[in-house]
């Protein structure tokens, strides 16, 4: 609840009615009204009390909070809008998660757990860098593997003038020049688990999110989109309240 006024675009963005680019958007399109008063600039100031319009409908200001998993297919792309032909993950979504966010982007080439949420507070938390919540992959890769390099990137490495973090791994198996690999993250930057590779002269042609912090994908297959269970966010809460204890 917001007895404070703040800016209409972070009010509404927080009651699901589109991230905060997409409201400016909508103000610009005279598509936004105020106590029956046309917003006319982003720089606006409203809370719950006010009676705020959007698209001619009146907005609601009850939230419950829901957070899903999502298997991300391989081949599609995360984000809200079309840029080609290729499918985007809210086309393969329900028509009502249009204005959930997602945490943990994923690649095109690459597969496995999001975590969607109509609350930025939650999508926000788990990517911060200072939370330092787990990612766990199994990657394929092809070519000469040299665990010896491996090992000493893992304890952190400059890739391309790129600093990452150290990172856990294991080796699952190893079948001539293909070896799949389990890796640990505390952090999400682009291209990471690639851009490491790459540089030791090995093609990832497989890579699969297992979890994401304390949210684990389990047998779910492509496409498919589960509630969190009751456990998975009772230690999502205890983990984020030792972070602010």
């Given at each position: 609840?917001?007895?404070?006024?703040?800016?209409?675009?972070?009010l509404?963005?927080?009651?699901?009615?589109?991230?905060?680019?997409?409201?400016?958007?909508?103000?610009?399109?005279?598509?936004?009204?105020?106590?029956n008063?046309l917003?006319?600039?982003?720089?606006?100031?409203?809370?719950?009390?006010?009676?705020?319009?959007?698209?001619?409908?009146?907005?609601?200001?009850?939230?419950?909070?829901?957070?899903?998993k999502f298997?991300?297919?391989?081949?599609?792309?995360?984000?809200?809008n079309?840029?080609?032909?290729?499918?985007?993950?809210?086309?393969?979504l329900?028509?009502?998660?249009?204005?959930?966010?997602?945490?943990?982007?994923?690649?095109?080439?690459?597969?496995?757990l999001?975590?969607?949420?109509?609350?930025s507070?939650?999508?926000?938390?788990?990517?911060?860098?200072k939370?330092?919540?787990?990612?766990?992959?199994?990657?394929?890769v092809?070519?000469?593997?040299?665990?010896?390099?491996?090992?000493?990137?893992?304890?952190?490495?400059?890739?391309?003038?790129?600093?990452?973090?150290?990172?856990?791994?294991?080796?699952?198996?190893?079948?001539?020049?293909?070896?799949?690999?389990?890796?640990?993250?505390?952090?999400g930057?682009?291209?990471?688990?690639?851009?490491?590779?790459?540089?030791?002269?090995?093609?990832?042609?497989?890579?699969?999110?297992l979890?994401?912090?304390?949210?684990?994908?389990?047998?779910?297959?492509?496409?498919?989109?589960?509630?969190?269970?009751?456990?998975?966010i009772?230690?999502?809460?205890?983990?984020?309240?030792?972070?602010?204890?």
């Open positions: 609840m917001h007895n404070k006024k703040i800016r209409i675009a972070k509404l963005s927080y009651y699901n009615q589109g991230s905060r680019r997409e409201i400016e958007k909508l103000i610009n399109q005279k598509k936004i009204y105020l106590n008063n917003v006319q600039s982003p720089v606006t100031f409203a809370n719950e009390e006010d009676r705020i319009i959007v698209n001619d409908k009146i907005v609601v200001f009850k939230k419950e909070i829901e957070v899903f298997y991300k297919p391989y081949e599609v792309i995360c984000s809200k079309k840029q080609d032909n290729k499918k985007i993950i809210y086309e393969i329900d028509e009502k998660f249009k204005n959930f966010i997602f945490a943990g982007r994923l690649d095109f080439k690459s597969e496995g999001l975590i969607l949420s109509n609350t507070d939650l999508t926000r938390n788990l990517e911060l860098p939370n330092r919540f787990e990612r766990k992959y199994e990657v394929r092809f070519g000469f593997m040299n665990i010896d390099i491996l090992r000493k990137k893992s304890q952190g490495c400059i890739v391309d003038g790129i600093k990452y973090r150290p990172f856990k791994f294991k080796i699952k198996s190893k079948i001539k020049k293909n070896t799949i690999i389990e890796m640990i993250l505390t952090e930057k682009k291209n990471e688990i690639r851009e490491i590779f790459k540089s030791m002269n090995l093609q990832v042609n497989r890579l699969k999110r979890s994401f912090g304390p949210f684990t994908l389990g047998n779910m297959k492509p496409g498919e989109l589960k509630k969190l269970t009751k456990k998975e009772v230690n999502y809460e205890n983990y984020i309240g030792n972070k602010k204890g």
